[in-house]
Nanobody, 119 residues
Framework: QVQLVESGGGLVQPGGSLRLSCAASGFRFSTYFMSWYRQAPGKERELVVTITSDGDSRNYADSVKGRFTVSRDNAKNTVSLQMNSLKPEDTAVYYC????????????WGQGTQVTVSS
């Protein structure tokens, strides 16, 4: 049974930082592309970043380049998203996802974690 469990969301002031984590189980984590998506109220889901199975390559949305950093630990089946210099427009529910190849809608999703950036 595939499980993706996100943690680390919360309320932070503009300019602050948060670190999201996603713990995976039930599939061969080290062979999957892992992505973070987000969805703000009234907006479409947005792809934030994808990291390759070996962790050697990352592809960030322009809106987060230079502020967010994704990493993975294939020994621990975890993927993390370090978010710095947060802005109010980063407010959204953040989802961890897994796909066996690039360019497809991931079949596996976490339940999401809320990130709110507000003073």
């Amino acid at each position: 049974q595939v499980q993706l469990v996100e943690s680390g969301g919360g309320l932070v002031q503009p300019g602050g930082s948060l670190r999201l984590s996603c713990a995976a189980s039930g599939f061969r984590f080290s062979t999957y592309f892992m992505s973070w998506y987000r969805q703000a109220p009234g907006k479409e889901r947005e792809l934030v970043v994808t990291i390759t199975s070996d962790g050697d390559s990352r592809n960030y949305a322009d809106s987060v380049k230079g502020r967010f950093t994704v990493s993975r630990d294939n020994a621990k089946n975890t993927v993390s998203l370090q978010m710095n210099s947060l802005k109010p427009e980063d407010t959204a529910v953040y989802y961890c996802s897994a796909a066996s190849r690039i360019g497809v809608v991931p079949p596996y999703w976490g339940q999401g974690t809320q990130v709110t950036v507000s003073s």
